[in-house]
């Protein structure tokens, strides 16, 4: 019963919009699992107002943030290790004495046939708090943040234009981009793919901006701390950071799409992302392969070439050797089951001669 309900509604969520997208199959995961719900309690008898509210660890074993800070300076990628990216967030408070927030790391997985890397955040004690990952998408990046279960909470969309004509001078100048003008924008999505924030258009490795929600309130403010270019590779003591400040959400213009201090992190993963794009960003606004794809890339065109390579030689073998055999294997078994018949000696009619 409660599959049937699931696929009309997503149906007509499909039917409604006139394409298929990533944020449907959320609403479809929701809509079964509301309507599962729905069927053990009562084939169980438990009534709704009974069930676990969202962040018991009955049904929620993902850890939960308690606060947030208002300011919180994000690591990019260190130039010094190009080959292991990670890095951290630290509060950036009054009196805190910059303690942890967050890791993250970016590792390519051995397994799996995804070539792109993996981004694992984890908190100060250890705990696995969620991941971010990139996935194909016909218009542009996106990439999907999930819990530690592996629960797409939000999705982040990175959109790449370029503007022909006069070049942004700064740009050409720093950058060496000097085909026209590039900007790049993000977007924050919730499960359901609802646009929830955004940032403008930003001009390529722009070093501060807002982020804001659908109603032009302010949900954060970006900024690049000190003088870096964030193409360059040479090796730094002091490091890559940024800084995210939150305004309070009492005061006029504070944007209230995340409801607590505490479910601001999804500013957090995008400014980690954009820091971890730029490294590998060209001055076309586009993103350099990672090691990881380079990497999984040639291993797959070598196991392609093995496999042409295996194949083509058990042809060749199969001529050379096992032709024959086969022939004679084939004959004897047609002599052996369907013998020639052997012709009459005389015919059954008569010959007319004229």
């Known amino acids: 019963m409660f599959r049937a309900s699931t696929l009309t509604l997503l149906a007509i969520s499909v039917k409604a919009s006139g394409s298929f997208e990533p944020g449907y199959l959320a609403i479809a995961a929701n809509y079964t699992r509301a309507a599962l719900d729905g069927y053990l309690q009562g084939r169980f008898g438990q009534t709704a107002a009974e069930l676990p509210a969202k962040g018991d660890p009955a049904l929620d074993p993902c850890p939960i943030l308690n606060s947030w800070p208002d300011k919180v300076e994000i690591d990019a990628p260190n130039p010094c290790n190009p080959l292991s990216s990670a890095g951290g967030w630290t509060s950036e408070s009054p009196g805190s004495g910059m303690p942890l927030v967050m890791t993250w790391s970016q590792q390519c997985s051995k397994v799996g046939a995804s070539l792109v890397p993996v981004t694992t955040y984890s908190l100060p004690s250890g705990g696995l708090f969620g991941t971010s990952q990139l996935v194909p998408s016909l218009t542009g990046n996106t990439f999907q943040l999930n819990d530690c279960v592996g629960y797409t909470r939000y999705y982040i969309d990175e959109k790449v234009y370029h503007v022909v004509g006069e070049p942004d001078a700064h740009a050409c100048e720093i950058y060496g981009s000097c085909d026209g003008s590039v900007f790049v924008q993000f977007l924050i999505r919730d499960h359901a793919g609802r646009k929830i924030a955004h940032t403008p258009y930003l001009h390529l490795f722009q070093s501060s901006f807002n982020i804001e929600d659908t109603s032009g309130m302010v949900v954060a403010h970006v900024e690049r701390i000190g003088h870096w270019n964030p193409m360059s590779k040479m090796c730094s003591t002091k490091g890559h950071r940024w800084l995210v400040k939150f305004p309070d959400l009492t005061m006029p213009g504070a944007s209230a799409v995340f409801p607590t201090t505490a479910d601001r992190w999804p500013v957090a993963k995008l400014v980690t992302i954009m820091a971890t794009r730029d490294s590998s960003r060209l001055s076309s606004g586009l993103v350099a392969p990672s090691v990881c794809e380079v990497e999984k890339t040639g291993l797959l065109l070598i196991s392609l070439v093995f496999l042409v390579v295996a194949f083509g030689a058990l042809g060749v073998l199969f ?36």
């Open 319 to 354: 001529l050379r050797v096992g032709v024959a055999p086969m022939q004679s294997s084939c004959l004897d078994f047609e002599s052996a089951c369907c013998p020639r018949r052997k012709a009459a000696a005389t015919s059954r009619f008569p010959k007319y001669t004229v």
